[in-house]
């Protein structure tokens, strides 16, 4: 039977590389020793020269394998290694991989010691080298170094099975079908003659079964189409109810299993056509941001617990139904959650506006190949991206990369992010980044325009604002607010253009970049979250399309001080929510009752509360009142927000985002660090040195000395591999925080 055996605990790490590292009998005693997913190098949160990831280190890993395993074939399964690895094993080279976001395997099996030490060496080069995608020219985001995805040994029969791809058919109809596409491979000297069985089930309840017999050639592979028929009761997969089901395909050999590989599905027909997206036959508008999977300090090295994290911010916190894997395919724990809550998934090819030589190209080509085969079966991806970012065109090239896509995947449509106006179509969607918005009164172009052509096609917008209106948390409240109405206008032009099906915004969190992007401090804050994953004012624009029954919002766009704006005072006050009405209390007295701009804003479910006067405000030099929003649905109070007339520090707030994590060393979970004032609202232009300590079995992941961003602040403490409580305590020169205890367990 097929084994997994997670292989990220007790590395060796060295940042350097020699050709004698690969020996076996080198001695790596005084190596660094490291878990996975790991970062060749942390980095400072801002102001850091990015060279300093950028080099050759050599990870080493000694292991057993049983000698009941003799006669079986041994893998060993890398997530990703940035950005090109070469591997051995017991000094014998046995792979590599170009590219720094997509899987790999390596063959072990003719070089492994069964029964006695074997070692594992990886030469990882995370240079930018010009052969590898995305690199060549500059890029606006940063690929950081090392093995920062997971790795498995695999142990498998000489006949096994590759791949699985499952295409649910007929999903509308009252009885569905599922054609199974089972890859398989016969390494061994003999013929094979194999039964194929396939599993259906939900919930741990058996839905179907089928079993098909496959004859396989010594040394060869092949692909065995399995039909499971005339399915009924099939729930469908979508955005509100994301009904998962389990298949599992088995190989028998004399009625015996002797190989398994399991999946999640779901059943849905996802197609963007001119008038709109459609999800399971219902047009839907898609309301999105662009997601870096990059972090502060390790970059890309975190572990599943955060990835699923982020996946949730965005659904619950944002209210998104879609987001963009920019400008790479990400982590498969962010995958996998995006499954489970109904969030919808671009996913594209790495690269950004550079098209390389014909080698370089074959990379970015077999980027899509890659990039497919480990994803087809998330029903959460509905498009494949397969042109680099912004790039212009290249028919030969993009021809291509089509037609692999279409060729392994003829269930989803192809697009390719472009910015410029006219440029070829050749994929399903055209998809383009519409930065035409800066302030004035355009905010979208007709798609027209953007094609060239005379008839309407499927068209996504896939980014606007971003570095058009870089915003930063702790910016003056004007800007905060220009950066949120931004958000606003694209979102309402597009909901209500009928030849629109998605605008994506660019983008959720900040990230890190080249010196010659950003703001010259190496961050990008082009976000509506910031690297923290704290929210800016623009955040509250996608947050308040939520359905209030599922949470209310009620976020006024102002600080609440007489004096931040130019000129001075609060109005216009915009508030964001997705309340009927609005009741405002200044000095504990109702000032009346205000309602959404709906005539203003109809591409929006729930447009925007703008309040252009308050009595009893004050004028320049009379007195200051704190205030209080109340926001009704049908008649009932659902939500409020307070502001104090004179905020001082009052509490240092601490939050963990989970009270128990696994004791493995790999592990992680988010603290969250507030300085607020007398109603609980941060101080945003407070930058209070924070001392952070943790004891127990945990690890601070950057500094434990820093400052405050904007009032705010977070850090990830990770376990150990004892278990036990983690107490983290944080103090700033005025307060304290009450200790966050985290528990870790086995």
């Known amino acids: 039977m097929r084994e997994i055996i997670a292989f990220n605990h007790h590395w060796r790490f060295k940042d350097e590389f020699h050709k004698e590292f690969v020996d076996p009998k080198f001695q790596d005693q005084a190596w660094t020793k490291v878990n996975l997913p790991h970062a060749n190098r942390e980095v400072p949160y801002n102001y850091f020269d990015e060279k300093d990831y950028q080099f050759i280190s050599t990870y080493r890993k000694s292991f057993t394998v049983d000698q009941k395993n003799k006669g079986k074939r041994i893998f060993v399964d890398f997530g990703a290694v940035m950005t090109y690895a070469e591997v051995y094993l017991n000094g014998q080279f046995v792979g590599n991989h170009k590219g720094g976001y997509t899987p790999f395997s390596c063959d072990l099996t003719d070089h492994v010691k069964f029964g006695e030490e074997n070692v594992l060496t990886v030469k990882v080069d995370s240079t930018e080298r010009p052969d590898i995608p995305p690199f060549g020219h500059v890029i606006d985001y940063l690929c950081f170094g090392g093995i920062y995805r997971e790795v498995d040994l695999r142990i498998v029969d000489p006949c096994y099975i590759k791949n699985v ?139 599943a617990r955060a990835q699923r994290k982020d996946a949730d911010i965005l659904k619950y916190e944002l209210g998104l139904n879609l987001v963009r894997t920019s400008h790479y395919p990400q982590s498969t724990h962010f995958l996998d959650r995006c499954d489970e809550i109904g969030l919808l998934v671009f996913e594209e090819i790495p690269g950004w506006q550079h098209i390389g030589d014909e080698n370089w190209q074959k990379v970015a080509q077999e980027d899509v190949r890659e990039m497919i085969e480990r994803d087809w079966n998330h029903p959460s991806i509905f498009l494949w991206g397969v042109r680099i970012n912004e790039s212009w065109d290249s028919s030969e090239f993009y021809k291509e990369t089509n037609r ?276 609980g609202n941060p101080l945003p232009y407070s930058n209070e040195a924070i001392q952070i300590e943790v004891e127990g079995p945990g690890m601070l992941i950057g500094p434990s000395l820093t400052g405050l961003i904007g009032g705010c602040l977070a850090a990830w403490v990770k376990s150990t591999e004892t278990p036990g409580e983690i107490r983290i305590t944080a103090r700033t020169n005025s307060q304290k925080a009450d200790p966050v205890v985290i528990t870790t367990t086995l």
């Open 165 to 303: 791809f499952a295409q649910p058919e007929d999903v509308l109809e009252e009885k569905k079908q599922l054609l199974t596409k089972v890859f398989l491979a016969n390494t061994g000297q003999d013929e094979e003659t194999v039964f194929v069985r396939v599993n259906l089930e939900k919930d741990g309840k058996l839905i179907a079964s089928t079993v098909t017999k496959a004859q396989l050639s010594a040394g060869t592979e092949a692909v065995t189409d399995v039909y499971l028929k005339n399915l009924e009761d099939i729930a469908l997969w979508g955005i509100d109810h994301p009904e998962l089901y389990d298949l599992t395909v088995s190989l028998l050999r004399d009625n015996t299993e002797f190989d398994r590989f399991s999946t999640r599905i779901g059943f849905r027909e996802a197609v963007v056509k001119p008038d709109g997206f459609f999800l399971n036959g219902e047009r839907v508008m898609l309301r999105g941001l662009n997601r870096h999977q990059s972090y502060p300090y390790v970059g890309y090295a975190m572990p």
């Open 404 to 679: 692999i896509a279409r060729e392994l995947d003829p269930t989803r449509q192809t697009g390719g992010v472009r910015y410029i106006e006219k440029s070829e179509f050749l994929e399903d969607v055209y998809t383009m980044n519409d930065f035409i918005h800066s302030g004035g009164e355009i905010v979208l172009r007709d798609q027209r325009q953007v094609t060239g052509l005379e008839e309407y096609v499927p068209y996504m917008v896939c980014e606007f604002n971003g570095h058009m209106y870089p915003t930063k948390r702790f910016d003056q409240e004007e800007r905060l607010i220009e950066h949120a109405l931004r958000h606003l206008r694209v979102q309402n032009a597009a909901g209500a253009d009928p030849h629109i099906s998605a605008a994506i915004g660019w983008c959720a969190f900040d990230y890190n970049t080249h010196f010659d992007f950003g703001s010259g401090d190496r961050i990008c804050y082009h976000g509506v979250m910031d690297m923290f994953r704290i929210p800016k004012m623009a955040a509250a624009v996608y947050g308040s399309q939520m359905d209030p029954k599922d949470k209310p919002v009620l976020e006024p766009a102002t600080l609440w001080t007489r004096g931040d704006r130019s000129g001075g005072g609060v109005l216009p006050l915009v508030i964001f929510t997705n309340c009927d009405e609005v009741e405002v209390f200044v000095a504990n007295e109702s000032v009346g009752k205000f309602y959404p701009e709906k005539d203003d804003y109809p591409g929006v479910e729930y447009p925007p509360v703008i309040i252009r006067d308050i009595p009893s405000t004050g004028v320049w030099g009379s007195a200051w009142h704190s205030v209080e929003f109340v926001g009704y649905l049908d008649g009932e109070k659902i939500a409020s927000k307070r502001f104090a007339k004179d905020p001082v520090p009052t509490k240092l707030l601490a939050m963990a985002d989970d009270q128990t994590i696994k004791a493995d060393g790999i592990d992680v979970t988010r603290v969250v660090f507030k300085l607020v004032d007398q109603v």
